[in-house]
């Protein structure tokens, strides 16, 4: 579809019907008209060479600056008419007012091919593509989300009081913004626009001194979502998650098989209802007596089929279980859309009998599913979580398995996870929007790759946002990722800034590795979300509080509080002379017994604190530990003075979780006891009351952001 640009004076002419700020400026066809143009205009002035065709004006010299005379003007107009060529077609020479500023930011819009009409606002100028300081957010955009891309641009230094010059008028520039959104909407034809620069005046105004609008030649809707799938019914995944009965098909004595260590890990992990398999020779395998085919099990007595039999095989599996009345079959078994023309063509066929005969069909080329609810683990590979409040959906089984392992590591368990596999019928947006409304979930956890609907994703995936936190790990952000993950996906990997930009819009909480995505999760299912910015650091070391301060101050969001002078009053009556009397609160080693429960209430009590991290706990113990170990335990008092700071350390952790819960604001714990010694009574505490103990003070920093910045997604959008 071929496009044709509109010149600068007929770009901003449209523009401006949508609340472009554009200056007062003439077309004319000759040097004359210009001086007379600027007369009225006032010097100085700007002369540009505009048509059609012209969409570059500097590259090609087309532009004189700082004309500041009749006799200048006059000149200039007559040298860029005569620089026009037979290809520029149709010319003029636009005459403006020379607009003064420091500052250029850039505007604009696009139709991404995921994500459709999509809003652009950016550091202007000639290194715009440079410096590449630019966010998105998908078209229409309300005052709200404009005023958020703003404040998402790294530069905000330049949009303060800069040089003598006042702040960027920020509702001006997201005035532009909503008017470029609505724009998107009103005129389908219209392919782009780019305003560059939108300089920003001494007073603050943005003007917008150049502007380009391409047009489609034929005007086309915009990307709709896909044909979206019935989502399966609340009581097919309660087949799925909370099944009555298990039946493994394919069940094997072979420990090496699919089919041994689905049956193994589903009795190993205490599933309370009928457990059965299918097996040709009719095996007793781990105990369960199988039978040859699905035709002979109970009817009524069984909900999910895990199915670990060859791809061929799968049809009349899934047409027996239906006839035996269970609601869902999990497909491990591979051959099918990752496997070329003829494994997709065979899924479609799978899906649409599973559609036929009113089944859940998740997979193919899954791995499990797990629902600690229903002490259920039905998959190919460990681990078994500790139950908890996480709910986990990913494209990818080892992914799954990674949030697994984290659970068990930290004691902050999982409620529900499932490998999507192919997600043929079911996919990630499907599980996060059941685990939306899923009494036994706090918060989603999802791993992305390729996306093929970009539209109906985010649609979907913003849908579950709004009604629980959404944590989402996108494989692919990077070009070598893209590559790597369209080679495992076969579905396109979206641009990443646009697609970034949509979960901001939408309120989900994008993590940039699996760590950071599980300690987000971990979190939110902990810890209650902040009120406010304002953060508070109680620390018994002072470099483990300047490093936290940092990471604190780096945040573009959270607040290192000033310490209110009746908090430090406060403190001073339990705290000796030497503590730092600022934030972080370092207690400089003049610790007592009750010294850190009582200073971590004050700190929380206070009204002006929304958020406490607490560094340092597990010292005591991490010293008791070599006093155990040192070959003179437990004679020379070493007993009683183990025990004490074992005891203390259980202490301090059981306060941060009890001061918390009283309180109602987040107490976040850090130590790098966490990982170093699991076993440290501290951390080990917290893994006992399934909170979680941060391995850093800066990841315990990244986790509250992602919390307040959820805090204030939600207040921001309140009615």
């Not at 895990?306 to 079959?329: H, L, Q």
């Not at 063509?345 to 629902?371: R, T, Y």
């Not at 979930?441 to 709004?466: C, K, P, S």
């Not at 306060?655 to 170093?676: D, F, M």
Request: with cysteine.
């Amino acid at each position: 579809m071929s496009a044709t640009t509109l010149s600068e004076s007929e770009s901003k002419a449209l523009l401006v019907r949508y609340g472009l700020p554009s200056p007062d400026e003439r077309v004319v066809a000759s040097a004359a008209e210009a001086v007379e143009a600027a007369r009225e205009i006032g010097f100085p002035v700007v002369a540009k060479l505009e048509g059609r065709t012209i969409a570059h004006k500097t590259e090609r010299g087309l532009v004189r600056l700082g004309l500041v005379d009749e006799s200048a003007l006059a000149t200039a107009a007559a040298s860029l008419l005569a620089a026009a060529t037979p290809a520029d077609g149709d010319v003029n020479v636009l005459v403006a007012p020379m607009i003064a500023g420091n500052r250029e930011l850039i505007a604009g819009m696009l139709r991404d091919p995921q994500f459709g009409p999509t809003v652009m606002l950016g550091l202007g100028g000639i290194l715009a593509e440079a410096v590449a300081d630019v966010v998105f957010r998908p078209a229409p955009l309300d005052e709200i989300t404009a005023l958020e891309m703003i404040d998402d641009l790294a530069t905000q230094r330049l949009l303060g009081d800069f040089r003598g010059e006042a702040a960027v008028d920020r509702p001006a520039v997201a005035a532009l913004l909503v008017g470029l959104g609505r724009l998107a909407v009103d005129r389908p034809d219209v392919a782009s626009v780019d305003v560059n620069p939108l300089i920003v005046t001494p007073t603050g105004a943005p003007i917008a001194v150049d502007a380009l609008v391409e047009l489609r030649s034929t005007a086309v809707d915009d990307i709709t979502p896909g044909p979206i799938r019935a989502r399966p019914t609340e009581e097919q995944f309660r087949a799925l998650f909370e099944p009555k009965g298990v039946v493994v098909t394919g069940a094997s004595t072979h420990p090496g098989k699919f089919g041994f260590v689905s049956l193994h890990n589903l009795l190993a992990a205490g599933f309370e209802g009928a457990v059965h398999g299918t097996n040709l020779s009719e095996e007793t395998v781990l105990g369960v007596r199988t039978v040859a085919d699905v035709e002979q099990l109970p009817a009524g007595e069984i909900d999910l089929a895990f199915v670990c039999t060859p791809a061929a095989t799968n049809p009349d599996i899934v047409r027996a279980c239906a006839a035996k009345g269970i609601g869902a079959a999990f497909l491990t078994s591979a051959g099918y859309g990752e496997a070329g023309d003829q494994g997709r063509a065979a899924e479609a066929d799978l899906v649409a009998l599973a559609d036929d005969v009113g089944i859940l069909l998740a997979g193919p080329n899954g791995q499990g599913v797990v629902s600690t609810p229903a002490k259920l683990c039905a998959q190919i590979v460990a681990p078994y979580p500790p139950a908890g409040s996480i709910a986990v959906a990913s494209q990818s089984g080892n992914f799954v398995s990674s949030f697994l392992n984290l659970a068990r590591s930290t004691g902050v368990g999982i409620s529900r996870a499932v490998s999507a596999g192919n997600a043929a019928a079911v996919g990630v947006a499907d599980y996060l929007d059941f685990f939306a409304g899923d009494e036994a979930t706090r918060v989603g956890l999802a791993y992305l790759e390729g996306i093929t609907d970009g539209v109906g994703l985010m649609r979907r995936l913003g849908a579950a946002a709004a009604r629980k936190p959404l944590v989402l790990l996108k494989g692919g952000s990077t070009a070598g990722g893209a590559r790597a993950a369209a080679s495992h996906t076969g579905a396109l990997a979206a641009d990443d800034t646009v697609f970034d930009g949509n979960c901001r819009a939408h309120g989900i909480t994008r993590a940039a590795t699996v760590e950071e995505a599980f300690e987000f999760a971990a979190t939110f299912a902990t810890q209650p979300l902040p009120k406010g910015p304002n953060v508070v650091v109680l620390t018994t070391a002072g470099g483990w509080g300047v490093v936290t301060a940092d990471a604190i101050t780096r945040d573009r969001d959270l607040r290192l509080l000033e310490l209110p002078d009746d908090l430090r009053s406060a403190i001073d009556e339990h705290l000796p002379p030497r503590w730092s009397r600022n934030n972080p609160v370092d207690c400089a080693g003049g610790e007592t017994r009750d010294t850190i429960p009582t200073v971590m209430r004050l700190i929380a009590e206070h009204p002006a604190v929304d958020a406490v991290v607490h560094l340092g706990l597990g010292i005591q113990s991490n010293q008791a530990r070599m006093m155990r170990e040192g070959g003179f335990h437990p004679d020379h008092g070493l007993e009683r003075i183990v025990d004490y700071h074992e005891r203390q350390d259980r202490r301090f952790a059981t306060a941060a979780v009890e001061i918390g819960r009283e309180t109602g604001k987040p107490i976040l714990v850090a130590t790098e006891l966490a990982v170093a010694d699991p076993a440290n009574p501290g951390p080990a505490t917290l893994r006992e009351l399934g909170r979680l103990c941060h391995p850093s003070g800066e990841r315990a920093v990244a986790a509250l952001g992602a919390l307040y910045r959820r805090s204030r997604y939600l207040e921001r959008r309140a009615t």
